[in-house]
């Protein structure tokens, strides 16, 4: 008999009661852009977080060029940045179901609007719609949308985001991985990443490792690895309801991982009482426990260097606590 079963998770942020949107959106634009590090993602709903809270979360905060109201991962890096005192202009252009071909057959204008600072981007999560497992058609993108973006500045750092194993496409029979391993479907899209990133060097700096933590963190007993027969008590399920996308833990998971791969810091040093993960209604430990899989993952590649674990207050009265900057 089967004794797992499915865990509850939020479907709506949190919002402290004496912090009001007006009052985030002003400490975002406290600081000048000028002089601020011009960052762009581009992407699809694996970007934005559809299916979970983090769609919409803080969009205030960041630039959707187009116009669309979205938060999403862009917004968590947002947020980690400010908590981090670095200085991030954040943008994003994202379509859902889209690769990057699609972004180069209709978004360039906006792309190219501005000379980024660095670009996070990634492809369709199979590599390819129509043909799952093939990287080519991300590799040609990826190389003809760095070199749209070295036009416009010769500086720029792309890194191409190895997206996650979905469970939908490994555990029903219709899926492309089926009768495969979790672990598969993973080692497959990052090799495609790893690919296209070799094929677009010197603009593409490298690949961030998100499938990777993904992976580590059902490794490590943080996550659960398989939605379909329910989720095991203490862990968290990094898919949302459809079993595809990512939940607000895995939104949070992913841009932990940008973060330390973009900034060089420590995931850990924001904390278990990070303010985004208690608006989202991660717990502490759940907080802490993503944290450390990102550091883990981003350590085991040399990405980032160990930084003493911000610990919690003694005696903190309220989540708050954690946020100084942030009233």
Request: aromatic share 8%; charged share 15%.
């Amino acid at each position: 008999m089967n004794t797992r079963h499915a865990a509850a998770h939020p479907t709506a942020p949190r919002t402290h009661p004496w912090r009001g949107a007006a009052l985030w959106l002003g400490l975002a634009l406290a600081s000048p852009w000028a002089g601020a590090t011009d960052i762009l993602f581009i992407g699809n709903s694996f970007t934005f977080g559809a299916g979970s809270a983090v769609h919409t979360w803080r969009a205030d905060a960041v630039t959707d060029l187009n116009k669309q109201g979205v938060g999403g991962v862009p917004a968590l890096f947002k947020a980690f940045t400010l908590q981090a005192g670095l200085d991030y202009k954040v943008a994003l252009e994202t379509q859902g179901g889209a690769g990057i071909d699609w972004h180069l057959q209709h978004k360039l204008p906006l792309i190219g609007q501005r000379p980024w600072d660095v670009v996070v981007m990634h492809g369709f999560s199979t590599l390819d719609a129509d043909k799952p497992g093939d990287p080519t058609k991300l590799i040609a993108s990826a190389k003809q949308m760095a070199r749209f973006l070295a036009g416009h500045n010769p500086k720029v750092d792309v890194r191409l985001l190895a997206t996650w194993p979905r469970a939908d496409q490994t555990y029903p029979i219709t899926g492309a991985w089926h009768g495969q391993p979790i672990t598969a479907m993973g080692r497959d899209v990052r090799a495609g990443y790893e690919q296209a990133a070799a094929a677009a060097v010197p603009t593409v700096k490298g690949v961030i490792p998100v499938g990777d933590a993904w992976l580590r963190a059902k490794a490590q007993g943080v996550a659960d690895a398989n939605p379909y027969d329910g989720i095991e008590p203490g862990q968290v399920n990094l898919w949302a309801r459809d079993h595809y996308h990512a939940s607000s833990h895995g939104s949070y998971l992913e841009a932990l991982v940008v973060f330390g791969a973009i900034t060089g810091r420590d995931p850990r040093s924001l904390g278990d009482r990070e303010c985004a993960a208690f608006e989202l209604g991660l717990s502490t430990a759940q907080t802490a426990a993503l944290q450390q899989v990102a550091f883990d993952e981003l350590a085991s590649r040399g990405s980032v260097q160990p930084a003493p674990p911000k610990p919690s207050p003694a005696t903190p009265a309220t989540p708050a606590a954690s946020c100084p900057r942030w009233h």
